[in-house]
């Protein structure tokens, strides 16, 4: 039981498929998100506080993944009639950061057999036997597995690393190009690295117009256009 509790896909690997109940109706992954990245994630429980500032945050931010072909998808161990009381709480009463009068429109999968759940490793018994952690799995259109992040229960997400992570992968897809810590779009992206000695010397002898090197193996170019 263990073992099935705590197994997660790994990147590079599909992503389990399923069939949920949502708040948004009946999910089923990956058939109904063709063509799209989807950004999963888990949260411990409805009607607590660091979830309640997450949704609200992600939800401000949804139409920003949609202008990214990327789609949000949420889940916890509750119910839909408990997701819906609790999305309206925060709707009706809850301000926060300048949020007010927030509604999360994105689908919230009710996972009480916790099937969903095991699928994707996010149950932990070491942090809770009846909560799911805060893991995310951001999923390319071919419904592979690209990034997977976990945090601990006590501990809110970052939004904007996860958009900035999902922008990165975009573009190092789209352009065969690898991206610097810290990368903001529009700032200078790398070039993967030689596979000899002969591209070695070519590379560094060739620097100046188009790209410049460092050394060898770490030359960065004007991050591309996105087309």
Known sequence: MCDEVTKMPLIGEKAPSFTAETTQGTVKFPDDYEGKWVVFFSHPADFTPVCTTEFMTFATMADEFKALNAELLGLSIDSTFSHIAWLRVIKE??????????EVTFPVISDLTMEVAKKFGMLQPQASTTQAVRA????DPEATVRAVLYYPLSNGRNMAEIKRLLVAMQHSDEHG???????????????????SCGAAADRVEQAGKDYECLDWFLCLKKCPHKS
Not at 93 to 102: A, P, Q
């Open 93 to 102: 009463k809850i301000r926060y950061k300048g949020m007010k009068e927030v």
């Open 136 to 139: 995310v799995f951001i999923i």
């Open 177 to 195: 190009i690898a991206t610097p810590a810290n990368w903001e779009l529009g700032e200078d992206v790398i070039i993967p690295p030689p596979g």
